[in-house]
């Protein structure tokens, strides 16, 4: 196989056959692996330059009624010691981001019923009066249509939620039966008529996750065209149903940054705290493997510890502004510059 003439047409098409993608989602050597990252690196410089946008973190609630196999703070596990931060923290922190020079907020939760669409309404609606120039990114999971458009209404422009896996029978292992990718699917897809910039992604090495389950992913991110792809490895927590399985690696998980970045080359692509958490220097080689986002922590620190998804997440000690440092040190290092800018989806 020639990988260099397979990543060329990549990056000159964004398009890829099947038995290609299966070639390059298998091995390959150093060389090339570096040919990729040079490419997709390439792609990003030239829409998005140097430039790395923040996105300011808040972690508002770790109650949630899923509970989804990989995730810490799944209902089941008891020892999670939970938290809510009200209306008043909440704006509190946004106000601290926005004099650190963040421009986009995500608030994000587990999926906490005790947050009434209109509590909602009002964060998003009291962040915006502060200030109109900050974007805000929800992230507090699967919603009715209506819901999602209340929200829009009251001025949230973006929207995460990965799909996890695209693949039903894969769904399956990683969720319990009340929940379908059928579901997630359909709210994706309001999320995207409604109007909002829409997010979603994966966990890489998640159990049971095979090649073709990789491939369907990539192919229904880029045929549902979403503006922002988060992807991090999965990392075990301890009191989950998944704390003997193993981790998804740090070069599985930047090799698939680069080919999602050549498969969509407009795509705001962060390099996760996962990918941070796995490796010191996880989040610079996921910004030379062709990301663009970073995701610092502005969560008060009396709760970072709580919002516990997978042991070990870093980060978890800091203030907002010592986090905020740390990343503007971490991308000069790389010759990248943070900026202070909403940091929209270019098209
Ligand atoms: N309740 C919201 C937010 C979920 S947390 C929602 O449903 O969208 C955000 C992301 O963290 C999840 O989408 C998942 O991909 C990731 N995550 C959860 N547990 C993880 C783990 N053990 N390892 C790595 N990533 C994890």
């Known amino acids: 196989m020639n990988y260099k003439q397979v990543i060329d047409t990549l990056y000159e098409t964004t398009k890829i056959v099947p038995d290609d993608l299966r070639a390059l989602l298998t091995s390959m050597d150093a060389e090339d692996e570096a040919y990729l990252y040079e490419k997709a690196r390439d792609v990003r410089e030239r829409i998005y330059g140097k430039d790395v946008y923040l996105r300011g973190l808040i972690e508002f609630s770790n109650y949630c009624k899923n509970n989804c196999y990989y995730c810490g703070i799944r209902a089941d596990n008891h020892k999670a010691d939970r938290y809510r931060l009200s209306h008043e923290d909440i704006v509190h922190c946004a106000n ?4 650190l020079g963040f421009r986009t907020v995500v608030l994000q939760s587990g999926e906490d019923l005790s947050y009434t ?3 909602i309404c009002d964060l998003v609606r009291a962040i915006k009066r502060q200030h109109p120039d900050v974007a805000i990114t929800l992230s507090i999971g699967e919603k009715e249509k209506e819901s999602y458009q209340k929200y829009f209404n009251a001025g949230a422009e973006r929207y995460l939620l990965r799909q996890e896996t695209s693949n039903p029978k ?6 319990p039966k009340e929940l379908s ?4 699917k359909q709210c994706l897809s309001d999320l995207k008529e409604i109007g909002y910039q829409v997010g979603g992604g994966i966990m890489v090495g998640t159990p049971g996750q095979k090649v073709e389950h990789v491939m369907e992913d990539l192919y229904y991110m880029q045929d549902f065209g979403f503006h922002m792809i988060g992807i991090g490895p999965f990392i075990p927590h301890q009191d989950t149903p998944f704390r003997d399985e193993k981790a998804g690696t740090l070069l599985d998980t930047l090799h698939l940054i680069a080919i999602i970045r050549l498969m969509n080359p407009h795509v705001l692509l962060p390099a996760t705290t996962a990918l941070g958490t796995i490796d010191p220097r996880g989040r610079e080689m996921g910004i030379l493997a062709g990301a663009n986002v970073v995701m610092p922590n502005l969560s008060p620190r009396g709760v970072r510890k709580k919002y516990m998804l997978y042991d070990g997440k870093i980060c978890t000690g800091d203030e907002a502004a010592e986090c905020h440092r740390c990343m503007e040190r971490r991308m000069e290092s790389i010759g990248y510059h943070v900026v202070v800018d909403r940091g929209d989806y270019k098209n």
């Open 96 to 99: 601290q981001g926005y004099a």
């Open 181 to 184: 990718i059928a579901h997630r």
């Open 117 to 119: 669409d209109e509590d």
């Open 170 to 175: 894969h769904y399956g292992m990683l969720h």
